[in-house]
């Protein structure tokens, strides 16, 4: 069985649904590679040192950043990516990331990171997904959908080729983050995915 992760859900905070995020991180002075994070591609062209970031903590939060933050920029803290190492993903490339706060100047030193491969597991007889342009990556409309086993190549961890911002986990791995205290985001069923 495979899981969402859900980085716009964090368990570990009092956040109403209706506030922005706790952290804003400042996405438009970060220079993206050109494939992107998310194209499930080697970069052609990666980072060669640290890529500096600036957040903005919301609310007087002070803690961390989330372990898994999945927008302009792909993040993930080192305990995440040790945990998922440990558990036999090895489709990720991380680089090295200096995640500064403002007017703090608090730094933490965090990773980016590219998963390699997207993969079409989606199972068409249970999922209702379309695309308005008929190409599938981002912009499908999804109301549920179901993982065929069969098609995930035995990955543990992957961006679903249906609509790339979506990163499926399997079960064990699921465990795995749960099991080590991880709660800055949340897992959800691919049957419950709205995406409109």
């Not at 859900?6 to 649904?17: F, G, R, T, W």
């Not at 933050?69 to 490339?93: C, F, Q």
Request: glycine share 4%; hydrophobic share 35%; charged share 25%.
């Amino acid at each position: 069985m495979y899981y969402i992760i859900n980085d716009l859900d964090n368990p570990s905070i009092d956040e109403d649904e209706d506030d922005v995020p706790f952290l804003e991180i400042h996405e438009e002075l970060i220079t993206n590679p050109r494939r992107g994070w998310h194209s499930g591609a080697i970069l052609t062209d990666p980072p060669l040192r640290s890529i500096e970031i600036e957040a903005t903590p919301q609310f007087g939060y002070q803690g961390p950043p989330p372990d898994y933050y999945d927008d302009a920029i792909s993040l993930m803290s080192p305990r995440l990516a040790k945990i998922l190492t440990e558990a036999g993903v090895d489709n990720i490339y991380y680089y090295p990331v200096n995640l500064t706060y403002r007017k703090t100047d608090i730094r933490y030193d965090w990773l980016a990171f590219n998963i390699v491969g997207l993969i079409s597991a989606v199972d068409d007889t249970k999922s209702d997904i379309t695309n308005p342009d008929g190409k599938n990556l981002i912009n499908s409309t999804i109301k549920g959908f179901s993982i065929d086993s069969s098609k995930t190549h035995d990955q543990f961890l992957f961006r679903l080729a249906e609509n790339v911002m979506i990163t499926l986990v399997h079960k064990n791995i699921k465990n795995a983050i749960e099991n080590a205290g991880i709660n800055t985001f949340s897992f959800s069923k691919p049957e419950d995915c709205v995406i409109v």
